[in-house]
């Protein structure tokens, strides 16, 4: 699929942004669909079926945490999270809402951009390298992963990823046991070398075990993670 087709959902209640980050994403090629409160950003989401959502933090009716969970229990689409100050996006990532990156304002919309085309980068890859295998559901004890369809279940029970989230269970299911660095995680799928960010994994690896169970993935401290085998 070209990007130029890619539809993009901004969700930002300060008009001159919005337009401002919507101008930007046409020229890229975008279809750009624009929502300026929680609730109709939900509503939004729903009728157009975006390809990936620009989310402000602070929106009228509810905020932009609620529209991350209801539009994430529908299907798993993309979010790139907009906050106003550095500590909100610290206690974003500290949550695990499901964001799959952030950006703190002020920013600039050229970078906002190519954060958008690495994120669909990013799910781009991760259904190619399933899709070379179709049909190959992963079984790890009472863990199931359907790499064409997506899904994950622990003991039938089915579990909803965010595409990065999705990625990152998958990276680490391809070598059950195998302790992988923080900072090859952060390479392999955000595509970034600064090790500052490594906190990002971090929060993401506390969603999965939210979602799956706490026992399903081993901290090994000082170097980063692995998954367990699940009885
Ligand atoms: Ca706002």
Not at 17 to 25: P, T, V
Not at 70 to 80: F, T
Not at 135 to 162: F, K, W
């Amino acid at each position: 699929m070209r990007e130029g087709q890619r539809r993009i959902l901004v969700v930002e209640d300060e008009l001159t942004i919005a337009e401002s980050i919507a101008a930007r994403l046409r020229a890229e090629g975008f279809e750009v669909e624009l929502a300026h409160d929680g609730p109709s950003a939900v509503a939004k989401a729903e009728q157009v079926v975006p390809d990936l959502i620009v989310l402000d933090l602070m929106l009228p009716g509810f905020d932009g945490l609620e529209v991350c969970r209801q539009v994430q229990a529908h299907r798993p689409v993309p979010v790139l999270m907009l906050t106003a100050r550095d500590d909100e996006t610290d206690l974003l990532v500290g949550l695990a809402v499901g964001a799959d990156d952030y950006m703190t304002k002020p920013f600039s919309i050229r970078e906002l951009a190519a954060r958008v085309h690495a994120l669909l980068r990013r799910v781009d890859r991760s259904v190619d390298h399933f899709g070379k295998r179709p049909g190959s559901t992963i079984v790890l004890g009472d863990l199931e992963i359907d790499p064409v369809e997506r899904r994950v279940q622990r003991a039938g029970e089915p579990a909803h990823l965010t595409p990065t989230e999705f990625e990152l269970l998958a990276h680490l299911a391809g070598r059950p046991r195998a302790v992988v660095p923080r900072e090859r995680l952060l390479s392999e799928i955000w595509g970034w070398t600064d090790p500052a960010a490594t906190r990002t994994v971090d929060s993401h690896i506390k969603a999965l075990r939210r979602k799956l169970g706490a026992d399903l993935i081993r901290t090994v401290h000082g170097v980063g993670y692995a998954l367990e085998v699940p009885k």
